[in-house]
Every structure is written in structure tokens, then in C-alpha cells.
């Protein structure tokens, strides 16, 4: 019976651990396009080395290396943030790991409940399953500390954030000394205490110093991002202004050269050569670009993405319609519009790009209008009919992504912000995406 409730410690102890790392990788990180069947498999993997370390009952510290480099392998193949950050997190996990261990072995030895080695001098103690319990459950309660406080962040309550993100882990801390002061005395049962007991304040203060690192790292990844945005942002309202240019140029050649042509247009159909006259119309209007225009909606923001995103859709014989009655301004950061729209357009043109079977009609509709406070964007499109999803959540299929890989996920996170919704749909041959904004202040 012994042996069975120790096997059963050791499934649970093992599942809360994987559990603990992919619930903290998953909150700082985020998942690229690797398969997620190979993501489970690591998972597994990781469970599997927890089995195993708790069934030798391998010392303490023997086997903090193998954890770290198994999250570290875990955060740099499966998640797309930058290295500094995958690392950093990878540290976060195995040093508040020993902490919370060290924390709890410090405050089992003062009450009598953590059985010591015989050779006191080399400290590697193999913790009981009851300290186990325990040091997963301070785990456990550390990183839901740590979410908290990032979510206060996030919600921009920065002095809230600031004081919890002081006191949480000074109460902890400052919670294992006192615990930890039972059976104060001298010999080498205090010295061992007194080890782990400042090993943990320095792996809690270890701890406290990554998480503070990591946060500043995101921010700069998140600043990075959206200067990236921005340059792209201004470089393609440049183009457009380019473009008006060249469309004014031509503008005022025709009216230059306008009478002449009506006096042609006027001695074709006098003389009733009717289809010189029709293929002299439109070669007149494929010859002045300017007749078609480049203006979609008179907002310069919208103008500048559409027109560069769109610019080439007739030579790949792209269908378009196009409706949107948008004032110039509207209560939307341009970076956010940039994203919005820039990622909408880049899908569609690319998945109309994607369909190389002859005769199959390619084509973009996209409707923008506003309905009392709320923008309302349609955009659908033909594709191959081929998608990808996971957890209900379509994930892109295209082979080089555009604004710093920001994708439909990154969409919704726009949504949220200005608490509006995000849908999308397919049928056979068809791809819907419906997003609305609220166009009130956001708070």
C-alpha cells in the first residue's frame, strides 16, 4: 500500500510540476507554428523526466542543470519570443522551483519533519513526499502571485503593482524565517537549516530580480513591435503620397490634353466608327491611372494600407469590391489601424495568391462603415479551401509573415482594447472575417 500512494505522489507531484511550467510559458510567452502534436510530446517528455527524478529520489540540486536545460529546450523551440526572454523565463521557473523547495525543506527540518542524511556535512537532502506536497503547493501559490501581479500591470494599476509586487514575496520570505525559528540552536541540524533557509531568500530574491527583467523585456519587445509598425506605417503612407502625386501629374496632363481628345473621341463617333471609339475610351482610361483613382475612403491611414496592399491585385487577376464610408479621422490608434488593416489585407491578397487551379475566380470584398459608435469591418475572400486550427483558433498557413509576425491572434488582442468583438469563418471556398470596434474612449 506504501508503495502505491508513493507512486501516486509521485504522478501528481509530476503532473503539478508540468503543469506549473506550462501555465507560466504559456502567460509570458507565446506559441509559434511548430506542430502541436510535437508540443505535447514535450510536454510529456518534461513529465517523464519529473517521474524519473522523483523515483531515484535524486537529491537536492542534483538535478537543477537537467530542469533548466529541459526548459530552456521546451522555450526555444516552441515559443517565438526572443532568446533573452525564452532563457529568462526558462531561469524564472527552475530557480522559484528551488526556492519554494528550500523554503519549505528550511521550515520542515525546524519542526522535526524532514528526515536529514547521516553525512550532515555535503547538505544534499532528499525532501519526503509530505516537504514534495508542500513545495508544490508554494509553487503553485507563487505562480499565481506572479499572474496577479502581472495582470495589475497589464490593467495599468501601477502603484497597486508595485506595492504587491514588493510585499507578496517579502511576506513569503519573511513567513519561512518565522517558521523557521522553531528549534533555534547550534550543531549541524541549525547549520543545515540556516542553509536552506538563505539559500531560499536568495533564490526568492533571484526569482523577484527575473520577473522584474522578464516584464521590462516584453515591454521592449512590445515598444520594438510597434515602432516597426510605425516605420512600416509611415513608409507606406509615403507610397501613397507618392501616388497622389503621380495621380495629380496626370490629372492635370489629361485636362492638358483634353480637348484633343474629345475632338477624336468626337470624329470616331461622327464619323460612326463606334468601336474605335470604345477602344479609344479605354485605352484613355488604362493609359491615365489617374482615372481610376487611389483614394478608398478619404482616412490617409486606410488610403496609405489599401493602396499598397492592393496596388497589384488586377495584374493577379483579383477581383475586388470595395465599400467604406469611414470620416478621416477616427477615435483608432494609427498604429493599431496599421496592424488591423495591414494583416486583413495581406491574408486575403495571399490566400487569393494561393489558388493556382485555372478558371477559379479569385476575388476580395471588403465593406468598412460605421454604425453609431462602433466600426464595423467585413472583409471575405476566396482561398484554397486549406486551414489550420487549434483550439478553435485559426492560426496562419502563410510562409512569410508580414508585420513582425503579427497574426489574427494579435487582431483580437486589438479587439479586446477597444472592447469591441472578432469573428471568423470559412465555408468551402470562402474566408470571413468580421471585426467591430468601439470607437468611445478606452479607459
Known amino acids: 500500500m506504501d508503495i502505491i500512494l508513493k507512486w501516486i505522489t509521485y504522478i501528481v507531484l509530476s503532473a503539478a510540476e508540468t503543469w506549473i511550467g506550462y501555465r507560466l510559458f504559456n502567460t509570458y510567452l507565446t506559441r509559434n507554428s511548430v506542430r502541436q502534436t510535437y508540443y505535447w510530446l514535450g510536454v510529456v517528455c518534461y513529465f517523464s523526466f519529473q517521474m524519473l527524478s522523483y523515483v531515484n529520489e535524486s537529491p537536492m540540486f542534483s538535478t537543477a542543470g537537467y530542469y533548466f536545460l529541459f526548459s530552456a529546450i521546451i522555450a526555444i523551440v516552441f515559443f517565438s519570443d526572443s532568446l533573452q526572454n525564452k532563457i529568462t523565463i526558462a531561469s524564472l521557473f527552475v530557480i522559484m522551483n528551488y526556492a519554494c523547495k528550500t523554503a519549505v525543506t528550511a521550515v520542515a527540518i525546524a519542526w522535526g519533519e524532514q528526515i536529514l542524511p547521516t553525512g550532515l556535512e555535503n547538505y544534499r537532502i532528499v525532501m519526503d513526499s509530505w516537504s514534495q506536497m508542500m513545495a508544490c503547493l508554494l509553487f503553485v501559490l507563487s505562480l499565481w502571485g506572479t499572474i496577479c501581479i502581472r495582470k495589475l500591470r497589464l490593467n495599468k494599476q501601477n502603484l497597486l503593482y508595485a506595492a504587491i509586487s514588493y510585499l507578496f514575496p517579502v511576506t513569503v520570505m519573511i513567513s519561512v524565517s518565522i517558521l523557521s525559528q522553531k528549534n533555534v540552536g547550534v550543531g549541524p541540524v541549525n547549520s543545515i537549516k540556516i542553509f536552506y533557509l538563505y539559500t531560499s531568500v536568495l533564490l526568492f530574491s533571484a526569482s523577484i530580480s527575473l520577473f522584474y527583467l522578464l516584464g521590462k523585456n516584453i515591454l521592449l519587445d512590445m515598444s520594438g513591435e510597434k515602432s516597426a509598425v510605425m516605420e512600416e506605417l509611415l513608409s507606406l ?15 492635370q496632363s489629361l485636362r492638358h490634353d483634353i480637348k484633343n481628345h474629345m475632338r477624336c473621341l468626337y470624329a470616331l463617333l461622327d464619323g ?30 486606410i488610403d496609405s494600407i489599401l493602396s499598397n496592399g492592393l496596388a497589384n491585385i488586377e495584374q493577379n487577376g483579383i477581383d475586388l469590391k470595395c465599400s467604406i464610408i469611414v470620416p478621416p479621422v477616427l477615435n483608432v490608434a494609427d498604429v493599431d489601424l496599421c496592424i488591423l488593416f495591414g494583416n486583413l489585407i495581406d491574408n486575403a491578397v495571399e490566400a487569393c495568391g494561393r489558388i493556382t487551379a485555372p478558371g477559379e475566380r479569385k476575388f476580395i470584398v471588403l465593406n468598412v462603415n460605421i454604425k453609431k459608435d462602433y466600426l ?68
Not at 237 to 251: A, G, I, K, N, W
Not at 383 to 412: A, M, P, S
Request: hydrophobic share 35%.
Open 272 to 301: 460612326g466608327h463606334n468601336s474605335e471609339a470604345q477602344y479609344y475610351i479605354k485605352e484613355l482610361y488604362y493609359d491615365n491611372k489617374a482615372l481610376k483613382g487611389v483614394n478608398y475612403s478619404g482616412n490617409i491611414v
Open 376 to 443: 464595423f469591418i467585413d472583409i471575405a475572400n476566396s482561398f484554397t479551401g486549406e486551414v489550420k486550427k487549434q483550439n478553435n483558433i485559426y492560426k496562419t498557413v502563410k510562409i512569410d509573415e508580414r508585420y513582425c509576425g503579427i497574426g489574427l491572434f494579435n487582431i483580437q488582442t486589438i479587439v479586446e482594447k477597444y472592447n469591441g468583438e472578432f469573428s471568423a469563418s470559412h465555408s468551402e471556398n470562402v474566408f470571413n472575417v468580421s471585426v467591430m470596434l468601439s470607437l468611445l474612449p478606452v479607459k
Open 237 to 251: 503612407q509615403r507610397r501613397h503620397y507618392e501616388r497622389l502625386d503621380v495621380s495629380q501629374r496626370e490629372v
